[in-house]
């Protein structure tokens, strides 16, 4: 009878399998170089980041054993550091893996939400005051408010659109822009079209191409390569440099840009989930964005507490330049007469 009993409980799924709970790694009981290397920040960064993110982190549960914020940001810090498997990381944290997939997520909710305190466009003169001397201590290039580029994150192939994500070297990803300023500090960041998309496109359709097309700075202009059109608020090269005078134009701005290169080698370096030595990322493009503009956050922390980060020469630079070149413009006559005044002024 009693083995019957067991059957017809067996059938009716009553009998629950009993719950394995694995200890959590304490992480923190290591010191900092560990946690640098691991997480990229020290302990009382990793504190004070767990403190801002706890109050969306904590979640009520009926469950004894809720995962801790710190173990959330932790590991998911642990996964845009090193682009490892999320199976890998969860066996390291004592999780499991959906469980890592489910608070990655939320982790990465939080740290967007601090955008608009890390990452702003320097559009007033008091904050573009400082940001212009230090680009002209580069190499003398004035009134720079920032250098622009942009790069590729590889993705794996989405199921809608395919095609659009696919960039000109075949390979799908998203179109990331980046501005920064003579500090390889981020001040705009733009995670949301596709690999085709072209990088003039995607400025023009930004918050800060827009407002710097409708005047929102009047003395002052970004420097980009020769894949952007040239603007009274845009400086690019001179695309066939026939003088002297054009020649030491072209070096001085590539000299003065190049910060942005490095900027983006910086944060691929930073956060190698990024960067296409670590593979593609393995989620839809929404979640890549998200994860993207979460990195940009995360790098701006580092870079404002002042924390180093030792690349290789190939980390060090990103350079992915744009095959097409803007041919000059005689319809924008203001933008010309300014490059010709910058020439002569170096």
């Given at each position: 009878?009693?083995?019957?009993?067991?059957?017809?409980?067996?059938?009716?799924?009553?009998?629950?399998?009993?719950?394995?709970?694995?200890?959590?790694?304490?992480?923190?009981?290591?010191?900092?170089?560990?946690?640098?290397?691991?997480?990229?920040?020290?302990?009382?960064?990793?504190?004070?980041?767990?403190?801002?993110?706890?109050?969306?982190?904590?979640?009520?549960?009926?469950?004894?054993?809720?995962?801790?914020?710190?173990?959330?940001?932790?590991?998911?810090?642990?996964?845009?550091?090193t682009g490892c498997f999320q199976r890998e990381l969860a066996?390291r944290s004592g999780i499991s893996q959906p469980s890592l997939?489910?608070?990655?997520?939320?982790?990465?909710?939080?740290?967007?939400?601090?955008?608009?305190?890390?990452?702003?466009?320097?559009?007033?003169?008091?904050?573009?005051?400082?940001?212009?001397?230090?680009?002209?201590?580069?190499?003398?290039?004035?009134?720079?408010?920032?250098?622009?580029?942009?790069?590729?994150?590889?993705?794996?192939?989405?199921?809608?659109?395919?095609?659009?994500?696919?960039?000109?070297?075949?390979?799908?990803?998203?179109?990331?822009?980046?501005?920064?300023?003579?500090?390889?500090?981020?001040?705009?960041?733009?995670?949301?079209?596709?690999?085709?998309?072209?990088?003039?496109?995607?400025?023009?359709?930004?918050?800060?191409?827009?407002?710097?097309?409708?005047?929102?700075?009047?003395?002052?202009?970004?420097?980009?390569?020769?894949?952007?059109?040239?603007?009274?608020?845009?400086?690019?090269?001179?695309?066939?440099?026939?003088?002297?005078?054009?020649?030491?134009?072209?070096?001085?701005?590539?000299?003065?840009?190049?910060?942005?290169?490095?900027?983006?080698?910086?944060?691929?370096?930073?956060?190698?989930?990024?960067?296409?030595?670590?593979?593609?990322?393995?989620?839809?493009?929404?979640?890549?964005?998200?994860?993207?503009?979460?990195?940009?956050?995360?790098?701006?922390?580092?870079?404002q507490n002042g924390l180093p980060l030792i690349m290789t020469?190939?980390?060090?630079?990103?350079?992915?330049?744009?095959?097409?070149?803007?041919?000059?413009?005689?319809?924008?006559?203001?933008?010309?007469?300014?490059?010709?005044?910058?020439?002569?002024?170096?």
């Open positions: 009878m009693a083995f019957l009993a067991l059957l017809e409980d067996l059938a009716s799924r009553q009998i629950r399998r009993q719950r394995i709970f694995r200890d959590h790694e304490d992480f923190f009981a290591n010191d900092d170089d560990w946690l640098m290397s691991r997480f990229r920040f020290p302990r009382a960064i990793l504190l004070t980041l767990c403190a801002e993110l706890g109050p969306d982190l904590e979640r009520p549960t009926l469950r004894n054993r809720a995962i801790p914020v710190h173990l959330q940001v932790l590991t998911t810090l642990g996964f845009l550091a066996d997939s489910s608070i990655m997520s939320g982790v990465l909710s939080g740290i967007i939400k601090l955008t608009g305190r890390y990452i702003r466009f320097p559009y007033t003169l008091s904050e573009q005051a400082d940001i212009k001397v230090q680009f002209a201590a580069v190499a003398g290039f004035p009134n720079v408010i920032g250098a622009i580029d942009c790069t590729h994150v590889a993705i794996r192939a989405p199921s809608q659109n395919e095609a659009a994500f696919i960039n000109r070297k075949q390979i799908h990803s998203i179109n990331v822009q980046v501005i920064c300023d003579a500090t390889m500090t981020l001040t705009n960041v733009v995670a949301r079209w596709p690999g085709s998309t072209h990088d003039s496109f995607i400025l023009r359709n930004s918050s800060v191409g827009t407002r710097l097309e409708n005047g929102a700075v009047r003395d002052g202009w970004l420097l980009g390569d020769s894949g952007y059109p040239l603007k009274r608020w845009l400086l690019t090269p001179f695309p066939n440099p026939q003088s002297t005078e054009e020649r030491r134009y072209n070096d001085v701005h590539t000299l003065t840009r190049s910060v942005v290169e490095r900027t983006i080698g910086l944060l691929k370096g930073r956060w190698r989930c990024l960067d296409a030595s670590g593979g593609r990322l393995l989620y839809n493009p929404e979640k890549v964005c998200r994860i993207v503009r979460a990195c940009a956050v995360l790098h701006n922390m580092a870079q020469d190939q980390q060090a630079n990103d350079p992915e330049p744009d095959p097409h070149v803007y041919p000059p413009d005689a319809r924008n006559i203001q933008a010309v007469r300014l490059r010709e005044d910058v020439k002569s002024r170096l």
